[in-house]
Each structure stands twice: as C-alpha cells, then as structure tokens.
C-alpha cells in the first residue's frame, strides 16, 4: 500500500519551486510567470498561475490569490491563495489545496504551513488518495524530522466510496488515534487503532504496523492461521516473515497442536542471477509415535531453476515425507499445494533446446503415498536421459524425426533394469486436386534391454529371465481422409471418413522384455489412430491392422452443434503385448467415439464411450454436462467404467458429480458439491458447499466439506474453512473440522 510523505510531497512541490514566486519581488504583479529552481543540480522550470500575485517588500511576502496553479514536470498544485515569508521561510496554502503527485496519488487539504526547509509542517482535514486508490483522512497532519508523517484522528481503506451514497462508511476501514508514516523504514505504524467493517468497530488492537507501498516485502509478523480438528485438536500458527534482501526471504512459522506436540514450519526463496530457488519443510517429534507412525514427523519440498548459458539450464524438484499419511493429517498438502496424490516425486536435471532440438538427462526418486505401496519396490531412475529432434515441414519430401531415451531403474528389492532405444520416422502429408488428405508414416524403433535381480513370482511384468536383450521394430503407416463439406445459408455440414493401415512385425507378447513404462492403456477415440498407442517406450504395438472411422458435424447459423465420431480396428492377429481386456488386443477391437452436442449457447453436453465388439456392452462412459451463465450455472461429470478394462482393479467405478454455482450479485457468489458412488458402493463421497462474498478491498468466504473417505490415520471428517481477506493488509482463515 503506497503512502507518501504528505507534507514532503507537498514541501517538495512548494520549497523546490517556491522561487517562481521569490522572483516575482519588486517587479510583478501578472497573472503568469515561468522561473527554474535548482535541486541537486537540476535545473527544474515551474509555471505559476493566479488570478493575482502581490509582494510586499517590507515584510517579505510574496502572496498569490484566486486560483493558484504552480505546474512544474508532472506536479500539479492547485490552492485558493499561496503565501511565501522570506524571513521565516515559510510557505502557506489555503482554500481548496490540492497537489497531484506524478506517481497518482492526490492530495487535498483546507490548510498546509511548512517551515524550516520544509522539514516541518503542519496540515488541516487531510484527504489523501494514493495511487492503488487507498484513502487516508486526518483531522490534523505534522510532518517532523524530514521523515515522518503523524495523522491524528485519522483513518485507513483501500475501499472505494459507495457509488450510490459516498457518504456511506467503507466496507472495511482502519481508525486511529494516530497514524505514524517513517519513510526511512518504510512503515505504517497504528495507534490505538480499532477494525470498523461497514462503520462497525469488531476489533482493536493499541498497536499495528504493516509496511507501506513502497516496500512490498517488509519483515515482521503474518497474519496467524488457526485451525481445529478432532484428529489434531486447535492448530495455531504464527508466521514470521524475514526479507534478508531484496532478492531472498524467508518465513518461520511456529505451529501449535493441542493434541501433539508443537511443529515448527520454515521456507525459504531466493531469486538469483541465473535463476532462482525455493525450500520449505516442518518437523514434529509427535507424541503419537506408538501408532505405528515415526517418532519424528516432516517434510521437505523445493525447486530450482538455474541457466548455465542461453541453451542450457538446470534444475531440481524436491518432495519427501516422513511417511504416508504425514502432509495430509497436519495440512501440508493445503498449505503449500502439494498435488500429487499417489506419489511424491523428486527430480535432479538439466535440459537444452537449440535449433529444433532437445535433450534432458534426469535422476528421479519417488515416494508412494497409497497404503499398498511397498518402499523397497519403488524405483529410483539414474539416470534417465532423453532426445528430440524434428525437421522443417516438408525438407526432402517431408518431414522426419529422430528420439532417443536411456534410463536405469534400481530398487531395494526388484528388479534392475536398463533400457535405450531410438526412433527414427518419417512422415508424408498429400493432399489431391479432389480434396483427399494422404499421410504416408514409416519408424524404425530399436531398443536394448539388461535385467538383472529378478524376483519370479513378484511383478507380473518382469521377464522370466535375467540378461541382455535387443529389439528392432520398423513399422509403416497409410492415412486416408476425405472431408466433405457442405455449404447453405442455413446449415454447414462435414462428413469425414477415416482409413488407416498400418504394418509392422508381430512380436508377441514381448514378455521376454521389462516393462517399466508401458503397464496400463487407456483406449478410446483419442489414440484409435495413433501407430503406438503405448505412451512410453518398452511396450511396442505391433502387427497389421485397418483402422476405419467417421466423423460427422453439424453446426446451424443459429450456433447449436453436434459433431460425432465412430470408429473400430481390425487386427490380422490379435496382439498379446496390449494389457489384456483393453479392447484393442483383440481382432476385432471394441468401438469408440465421443459425441459433442451443443443445443444452445449456455449448453454444453460431451460423451465419450467404449462398447464391447462381441456382446454390446458399455464397458467405459464418461459424460459431461455443463449448462447456464454465471448467475446460475450446473455441472454434471459421469464416470462408468467396467473392471475388465482396468488393469489392477478390484470392481468398476460407477462416479456421478455434479456441481451447482450461482453468482447473486455482483459481489455475493454461492456453490455446492456433491459425489456420489453408484451401483454396489452407492452413497455419497463428498458433498460440499462455499459462499463468497468479494469486492475490491475485502473478501470472506465459508466452506463447508464433508468426506466419507478416509484411510489409515484419515478418516472421514467434515471440514469448516472460514477466510477473511483485507486487500492490503493480508487475510485471516479459521478452518474446523
């Protein structure tokens, strides 16, 4: 929040300038005059303008009447009458003073007196606007020491008048008995200060402080958190913020548990010549260490991104915890937004881009949260180094692509493996006279493997032996697409069919060879056509098959649309090495398509599906819905999807959200929530509601979250977020669970 020097603004704008008027002595009495006054060696001109300007060189005053105007570089000061005393050096305004500071701020005053060297003075019903539009007002003002500026009886907000009534009180505003600006520190000091919200005082405190506009990072206390639970009881928090320089800072913030012992959370960020960093962790020695948990409890979370010259740089990603269930009981996720669910990852790296190239070399560790998830079983990659490298658009007949990858993957007690392969493609885009669009693909993939600590029996996708393995796999591919569009005044209609054949050796069930990468697929419209639908490198999708599909669009002038998809493989030999009941390893594979219909321009329907060749069966659905304008708006999402085309799953996922916001003014916003599990779980998950009210210098909401999930040391709760944001100052949440 910007707070100038009110009388050193002003000061400066009359003593810098104020010879425009010395010089008028003994010779003038126009209207207008143009003078220079050197500050710190710079010539400065000024223009004076009034209605009368009068000198009296017996008692060394020089007084400008009737609309006073002194204008000089951006500076505007404006009063009713101006008096200048030579012999106390001392500058007065009266009557509608006004000073228009370069920077935006406003000044308005009924009376300003400034004496010795205008490092002191004193001002009369101060209005002041400051360039993010924050207000002060003061009965009185006294600028002392050159440095300081006492408001008394004076008030704070960053609120604007009410349009309808201005003299309304502010949503919020801050009043004083004394408001203290230092502009050597920098600082907004209160005293006897009390919080008035809508012209009601809710809180007071004999002391509060907070940085002004000038200096946006400021050491001192933040604003505290406090939060209750049945697992943890009260959590109170008080961060204390260090700026070490103008690049660096860090917050320490000392946690109390009134179910556990105190935990203590620290961050540190720097910004740096070549790039910058960020740390944050905590640590508890928990009193809960007999539940099976460690006694001492933490985490650690960083990144950093350094560059080395203009096509290198380097980096890392830092994300541990003491154990699973540690960043979710004491809110760590939340307070630093930790959103990995499943897994922590860490990363150590550097990258280069030159020309139409890329390459990385990596070293990745990483941490399962779930309860399933065995720490001797999970791999660190050291390293995992990666190529790209693609050429112009059509250079020697078309267009061609070169990838290379290496990794080595260790665990405690798995298997080890390393893998390197190289891609090389080539890709030619025709299109015909009549509008048919031919793409002409061709690959070579080679790989080579070495696998050594096989544990038979333990990871189905492990070979059943040890050693050194090599892979060579070339594959082409031919596209077809023949849009047809047509044309009224009323209607535009596309019909697209799509044939795509591609060929390439079968390999089998490539059992023989690690799967680190290549575990699950998804299959559905969006990868029906790709040569490999294998989203790494260890599993290759081989042998011959026709793709067939058709797309259709429809789209009125009146702006409603409905655009579907269909489309089907055919397999020669039905390939093992895709994860069995996917829907694409069989000869014929299932059918897939999507479906989007737009009825109305505030309505939005989307469907994607999976049905089963043989007997017709929905295996995989998922549908949105999205429908209404801001003030009143609905979301639906559904998820189906049948256990036989998920790997590792126990049951099918039958998922039903839905999602209800309604904005009922322009400053008032409410929503709800709800997931509910359908079929053999049926019940509800989550449900939810949040009402916000927000307008430019304040913001509260509440939220109120029910879950009927939970593991381990987490189980089902309801949680209670209050919030309460003052633009400027910070904001305050209270959270209860």
């Known amino acids: 929040m910007a707070l100038p020097t009110i009388l050193d603004t002003i000061g400066g704008a009359f003593a810098a300038r104020v010879c425009a008027l010395v010089l008028f002595a003994g010779a003038t009495t126009m209207g207008s005059a143009a003078c220079a006054q050197s500050n710190s060696g710079t010539e400065i001109p000024a223009l004076v303008h009034a209605d009368e300007i009068v000198v009296d060189e017996d008692l060394g005053l020089v007084t400008a009447q009737g609309n006073v105007e002194i204008a000089q570089g951006d500076r505007l000061l404006k009063a009713d009458a101006l008096t200048y005393n030579r012999r106390t050096n001392t500058v007065t305004a009266t009557g509608n003073v006004s000073l228009l500071e370069p920077t935006g701020e406003v000044v308005f005053a009924e009376f300003v007196e400034l004496t010795d060297d205008m490092r002191e003075g004193a001002i009369r019903n101060l209005r002041l606007i400051i360039a993010d539009q924050s207000r002060f007002a003061a009965v009185t003002a006294r600028r002392a020491d050159g440095s300081k500026t006492v408001m008394r009886r004076a008030t704070y907000t960053p609120c604007e008048p009410c349009r309808d009534d201005p003299t309304r009180a502010p949503v919020w505003q801050i009043r004083a008995s004394r408001i203290t600006h230092d502009q050597e520190k920098k600082e907004v000091v209160y005293d006897n200060a009390r919080l008035e919200i809508a012209g009601v005082p809710v809180m007071y405190t004999p002391y509060f402080s907070h940085p002004d506009g000038t200096e946006r ?72 260490e007999g539940e099976g948990f460690p006694a001492w409890r933490g985490h650690a979370r960083g990144m950093g991104r350094f560059d080395i010259d203009d096509t290198w740089r380097w980096g890392y990603d830092l994300s541990r915890a003491s154990d699973k269930t540690y960043i979710d009981r004491y809110r760590i996720r939340q307070r630093f937004r930790i959103l990995d669910q499943d897994a922590l990852q860490s990363r150590l790296y550097t990258e280069g881009f030159r020309d139409r190239g890329y390459a990385s070399l990596n070293a990745l560790a990483f941490q399962g949260l779930r309860p399933e998830d065995d720490p001797s079983l999970t791999p660190t990659v050291l390293p995992a180094a990666n190529y790209s490298w693609f050429s112009e658009p059509g250079t020697v007949g078309g267009r061609y692509t070169f990838d290379a990858a290496a990794y080595s993957i260790y665990r405690d007690r798995g298997v080890h493996s390393q893998h ?106 969006t990868n029906l056509f790709r040569m490999n639908r294998f989203t790494g490198y260890d599993r290759i999708d081989s042998g011959q098959r026709v793709v067939l599909g058709a797309n259709a669009d429809f789209a009125p002038s009146t702006g ?102 309604s904005r009922l003014s322009e400053n008032w916003r409410v929503s709800g929530r709800i997931v509910n599990s359908l079929g053999e779980d049926n019940g509800i998950l989550l449900a939810g509601a949040t009402l916000i009210y927000e307008d430019d210098c304040f913001v509260a909401g509440a939220d109120l979250t029910r879950r009927n999930i939970g593991r381990a040391d987490l189980p089902p709760d309801t949680a209670i977020l209050f919030r309460i944001g003052f633009r400027n100052l910070g904001d305050f949440s209270l959270r209860g669970l």
Request: hydrophobic residues 35%.
């Open 560 to 661: 409603e649309r409905l655009s579907v998809f269909l489309g089907q493989q055919y397999r020669f030999k039905s390939d093992a090495a895709l994860p069995r009941g996917s829907g694409a390893d069989t000869r014929l594979s299932d059918l897939v398509g999507r479906v989007l219909f737009v009825p109305y321009s505030l309505v939005r329907a989307t469907y994607r599906y999976q049905v089963d060749s043989n007997d017709r069966k929905l295996l995989r659905s998922v549908t949105g819905l999205s429908m209404g304008p801001s003030a009143l708006s609905y979301g639906l999402q559904h998820a189906r999807i049948d256990k036989s085309v998920q790997t590792t799953a126990q049951r099918s996922i039958n998922q039903i959200s839905q999602s209800l916001s």
């Open 420 to 525: 390197t392969t190289m891609i090389g493609g080539w890709s030619l885009p025709y299109t015909t006279r009549s509008g048919e669009i031919y793409t002409l693909t061709a690959n070579l993939q080679t790989d080579m493997f070495n696998v050594s600590n096989l544990h038979p029996g333990r990871d189905s996708f492990q070979p059943s032996d040890d050693g050194t393995s090599f892979r060579a796999m070339p594959e082409v591919g031919l596209s077809w697409r023949f849009p047809l569009v047509r044309q009224s005044p009323t209607l535009r209609t596309i019909i697209e069919p799509v044939v795509a054949v591609y060929a390439a050796p079968n390999m089998g069930s490539q059992r023989d060879l690690p799967n680190e990468d290549s575990r699950g697929l998804t299959f559905d419209d």
């Open 217 to 288: 990072r400021k050491s001192g206390f933040l604003v505290p958190d406090i939060s209750t639970s049945s697992r943890n009881g009260t959590m109170v928090a008080a961060p204390y913020f260090w700026a070490l320089s103008p690049t660096a800072d860090t917050t320490l913030t000392p946690v109390l548990i009134s179910n556990d012992r105190p935990m203590l959370i620290g961050e540190v960020r720097e910004r740096t010549r070549a790039g910058e960093y960020s740390l944050d962790g905590s640590f508890l020695n928990t009193n809960r």
